[in-house]
């Protein structure tokens, strides 16, 4: 007897070469955390280790095309990753609507970790108004936090950002500020879950290195997790262990940043 296919989670991303980040990284993370991923490219890019270079964004038909090809696989969460236009946007918003309460976790990728822009001011707030009322849990960094709630100009105040997210019809946010460390955290990682029902906040030791693709591993690990039935706390934290275990043994290319080891058992030749 075959087994049962895995709790499938439907990834909505980019296309990285390196494998660092975007659709390789979803697929790795999902399936150590116990899921299988069913994957829509939204973008292909021009990256390495270092940056972006180039966007192209994919053919929202397309997208469209895929999502219902796959509709039959019992999809138990979403992750939304890239989007770099509006097109892609909105057909990323007409599949989500084609699975209603199925948990989505959302990774709102705004900037590449070299520094390039990935969005603009105004596909952030069509992201605001027609993405967040969609979005069980939101995965910002401080930067795209930030950049997500502009009416607000105190730098510091995240609860703050967290609560107008939170307004616009999102359930949760958990908040990474491995970008931009908090007054007096300079050697711990601390994440905060903002929630209608909680205030949590999570402490991990700061690594050295700069890393590739480590909030497409938190999202993708946090939505396998949901997808098998996990409470929205006990998934955070689980994904978040997995995370920082992937980073803490990751891989050091020839040059640029270092990338997740997401796999369970690294294999060395």
Request: glycine share 8%; with cysteine; proline share 9%.
């Amino acid at each position: 007897m075959r087994q049962p296919l895995p709790h499938v989670v439907l990834v909505l991303a980019g296309h990285d070469p390196t494998g660092g980040a975007g659709l390789v990284a979803d697929s790795e993370a999902i399936a150590a955390c116990g899921g299988w991923a069913v994957t829509i490219p939204t973008a292909m890019t021009v990256q390495n280790c270092h940056n972006v270079s180039r966007v192209m964004p994919a053919d929202p038909g397309a997208m469209r095309q895929m999502a219902e090809a796959v509709g039959d696989m019992q999809i138990a969460a979403i992750k939304l990753g890239l989007l770099a236009d509006e097109a892609t946007l909105r057909a990323a918003e007409q599949i989500i609507r084609r699975f209603p309460g199925v948990p989505v976790v959302a990774d709102p990728v705004l900037k590449a970790g070299g520094g390039t822009m990935l969005s603009t001011a105004a596909l952030q707030a069509l992201y605001r108004d027609r993405l967040l009322p969609l979005v069980d849990i939101l995965t910002p960094n401080r930067f795209e936090l930030a950049a997500l709630t502009p009416e607000i100009h105190e730098p510091y105040d995240d609860t703050a950002r967290a609560v107008s997210l939170l307004s616009q019809g999102c359930q949760a946010v958990l908040v990474t500020a491995t970008d931009d460390p908090l007054s007096g955290t300079a050697q711990q990682v601390v994440h905060t879950l903002h929630s209608p029902d909680t205030t949590r906040q999570w402490q991990w030791p700061r690594l050295p290195e700069v890393f590739h693709g480590s909030g497409c591993t938190l999202a993708s690990a946090l939505a396998a997790r949901l997808a098998v039935g996990e409470r929205l706390p006990t998934a955070c934290e689980q994904a978040q262990h997995f995370t920082w275990e992937s980073l803490s043994h990751g891989y050091q290319p020839p040059s640029g940043q270092c990338l997740p080891n997401r796999l369970p058992r690294p294999v060395r030749f």
